[in-house]
């Protein structure tokens, strides 16, 4: 669809930058914090880049108001952060830890004090140690009550200055790591248990929703999917099908049941042929049907290509940790579809091909099949960047990417897609999960690699750029 014009971005439009508590905060075992389960995890030998872990982070905990400070500089109209549950609860469950609740109420109150408005995510993958030695964490109903305990907390305490919310942040990706690659805690790789553990995640998300609506009645939640749209390798009905086999394993499976409460039908068959299916309890499928989000939050990074795979053939592989570039191998399920590049598209350093037009086909594919509103959650370019002469760091290469991508949010906007805004990933640099330091994100550069640094906030080429088109309201030439 080519559109002869393009309407401007909304006045409402919220131009935003995104973090996670276990990537910035640093202040692990601060105030009465508990350990996480990323805090354990990180201290086990050859699981993350270097060693390198949250510890300290880019000690965001200490130096809040300094990066809020940044984010007012820069004109940020809307700023997505995500609350450490073990910070509000130590041991997952309890009497609430008043330290942990007023940390993030004096984030909120700077951002409020701002005109910045606060997206805060309930869950960004840091679960107590605590529930998870208990009871498995998400393998366990248990959770259901504990987490929905957790939500509460916050909605009760936050209800008035907070109306963006996001329930779970990437289940799909964070539960593919952790229970199909063994690349997250509790490091498993067993697809009835990945399954399982889901489909608690998904009812805990719905008994969240539902709590929500009696005591944030005027506040909008949803959760935030990792969506990489499917593309079909070729024209050949085989690729065709193993596209189709790719979207509803890999994508509708999540957004069905948290906004249709329902899962997907040749992906439930072929997992029941498989005795791999869910245990699904009488009261489950209602509940997901009660607890259906307001919003849908897209964290938008590439597309991913698929062709057939035939039984027997190639099984799921890790992703590229190191920046080595054309070092990610195919991953798939045998007899269902594997991965293959995209010969239409430049990749970066850690191979994910780099698509905007795969934005605005995400965009609308959502938009259409759900009929609700959407919000990018995520959205950006990691790199290794330098500090050059005179503290410049010209990530030319981030400008031209998120400029594509916002440009792609206009078009989408044009064909009908309701967006609320776009929450950039990410605002300063912080730690990626299994990447460390090195993959920068932020458009403030801070100066630590994994063996530590000054953590100095460097404003980068990005940040003069972004605050410019916040200020026009538009993307200049
Ligand atoms: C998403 C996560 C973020 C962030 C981002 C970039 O999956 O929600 O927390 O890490 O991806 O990923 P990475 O750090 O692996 O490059």
Not at 66 to 71: G, P, Q, T
Request: hydrophobic share 40%; with cysteine.
């Amino acid at each position: 669809m080519h559109h002869a014009q393009l309407k401007p971005f909304p006045q409402a439009f919220l131009w935003g930058a995104a973090s996670a508590a276990y990537q910035v905060e640093g202040a692990w075992n601060v105030d009465g914090k508990g350990p996480s389960v990323w805090d354990t995890f990180t201290k086990i030998p050859g699981t993350t880049f270097e060693g390198s872990n949250g510890d300290v982070a880019v000690d965001h905990y200490h130096r809040m108001e300094e990066d809020v400070a940044l984010m007012a500089e820069m004109g940020l109209k809307a700023y997505r952060f995500s609350v450490s549950w073990p910070r509000i609860f130590p041991s997952g469950r309890g009497t609430p830890n008043e330290a942990g609740l007023a940390f993030y109420e004096r984030l909120i109150d700077a951002l409020l004090a701002r005109g910045i408005e606060p997206v805060l995510t309930l869950y960004h993958w840091d679960m107590p140690q605590a529930l998870q030695d208990e009871y498995g964490g998400w393998e366990s109903r248990r959770i259901i009550d504990d987490f929905e305990h957790y939500c509460v907390t916050l909605y009760q305490r936050f209800a008035g200055k907070v109306k963006y919310w996001v329930s779970l942040n990437e289940q799909n990706y964070n539960l593919t790591n952790a229970y199909q690659l063994g690349t997250h805690p509790p490091a498993v790789q067993d697809r009835k248990r990945f399954f399982a553990a889901n489909h608690i995640a998904f009812l805990a998300n719905a008994r969240a929703i539902k709590a929500f609506r009696q005591h944030v009645p005027h506040g909008l939640i949803g959760p935030s999917f990792a969506y990489s749209p499917a593309y079909p390798a070729s024209s050949a009905p085989s690729d065709m099908l193993a596209f189709e086999n790719a979207e509803e394993l890999t994508n509708y499976w999540w957004l069905d049941a948290y906004c249709l409460g329902r899962y997907p039908l040749a992906a439930l068959n072929w997992l029941r042929e498989q005795g791999e299916a869910p245990e699904i309890l009488p009261g489950d499928m209602a509940l997901l049907a009660e607890g259906k989000p307001d919003y849908i939050g897209v964290n938008y990074y590439y597309t991913l290509t698929f062709t057939d795979n035939p039984l027997g053939g190639q099984g799921l592989a890790r992703i590229n940790t190191t920046g080595k570039k054309g070092t990610t191998p195919s991953s798939g399920i045998p007899g269902l579809y594997k991965t293959v590049p995209n010969p239409h598209l430049e990749t970066s350093n850690w191979d994910w091909a780099i698509d905007s037009t795969g934005m605005r086909i995400a965009l609308r594919r959502l938009a259409s099949r759900y009929a609700l509103p959407l919000m990018i959650t995520e959205n950006g370019l990691g790199e290794f960047d330098q500090l050059g002469e005179g503290d410049q760091v010209h990530d030319d290469y981030r400008i031209a990417y998120l400029k594509s991508h916002l440009h792609a949010c206009q078009q989408a906007m044009q064909d009908g897609v309701e967006l609320l805004g776009y929450c950039a990933w990410s605002f300063t640099d912080i730690l990626s999960w299994l990447n460390g330091y090195q993959k920068r994100y932020g458009f403030v550069y801070v100066d630590r690699d994994e063996q530590g640094g000054s953590l100095r906030r460097i404003r980068k080429e990005s940040f003069f750029w972004y605050q410019q088109v916040i200020k026009a309201g538009h993307l200049l030439d």
